[in-house]
């Protein structure tokens, strides 16, 4: 496609519920971001994915959290027994290398409310 | 500690201004520097990017310019329009195997007609 593109865009689900999250980055891009941006606040790092390399997985609030990225491509978000503080807008980025040297392009993001 | 500051935290200019948006950062050792806007409740558009080699970018009524040795970078809106109000954002991906951008916390513009 011509961007990132994130699905679904709105998400609402029960407190305690799994929830995924999908990003399609442009195609040909190698690396793959998730952040985070809580109502009021800056976007927070979640994890990090280049190419076949181990991902940076420093961001990640907790173990509920995963994230993967099958094909080097497409890559999926997992809240496990999600929390009503985990109510945010993830959004995902890709980048055509590193961001150390190329520009980010992100999507429109998923609003997640958790009730 | 990488950190990347954005002054001021909102800005509000009536139509036609020229205006100046700061960004500052703690490591002077940046790769690059980005500058996003973001509209309500959308995600971020990438509106420049500075490669560290670089002392400006520009894009029509924007212009981006990136000065190392002192940590700053700014975003210069000329003649703004009421469709420039948003929040606009700059991120850094820092050295020393970091590849995640930093980002500010924003300037939230309004340009009122």
């Known amino acids: 496609g011509a961007g990132v593109s994130q699905s679904p865009s709105n998400k609402v689900t029960e407190k305690g519920k799994d929830v995924e999250l999908r990003c399609d980055p442009i195609?040909?891009?190698?690396?793959l971001y998730w952040y985070r941006q809580s109502l009021g606040q800056g976007l927070e790092f979640l994890i990090y994915?280049?190419?076949?390399?181990?991902?940076?997985k420093s961001g990640l609030p907790s173990d509920r959290f995963s994230a993967e990225r099958t094909g080097g491509s497409v890559s999926t978000l997992t809240i496990q027994r999600t929390q009503q503080e985990d109510s945010a807008v993830y959004l995902c980025a890709s980048s055509l290398a590193s961001a150390l040297n190329t520009e980010a392009f992100f999507g429109q993001g998923t609003r997640l409310t958790v009730v | 500690k990488q950190e990347v500051t954005q002054i001021p935290a909102a800005l509000s200019v009536p139509e036609g201004e020229n205006l100046v948006l700061n960004c500052s950062f703690t490591d002077s050792a940046i790769y690059n520097l980005q500058w996003f806007r973001q509209d309500p409740g959308k995600g971020l558009t990438s509106l420049l990017l500075i490669q560290s080699s670089q002392r400006e970018q520009t894009s029509g009524r924007l212009n981006a310019s990136l000065d190392k040795s002192s940590g700053r970078s700014t975003l210069y809106i000329a003649a703004s329009q009421p469709g420039d109000s948003a929040t606009y954002l700059c991120a850094a991906p820092f050295s020393g195997g970091y590849n995640k951008l930093i980002f500010g916390a924003g300037t939230r513009l309004a340009v009122h007609p």
């Open positions: 195609s040909g891009h190698t690396a």
């Open positions: 994915f280049q190419g076949n390399s181990a991902p940076d």
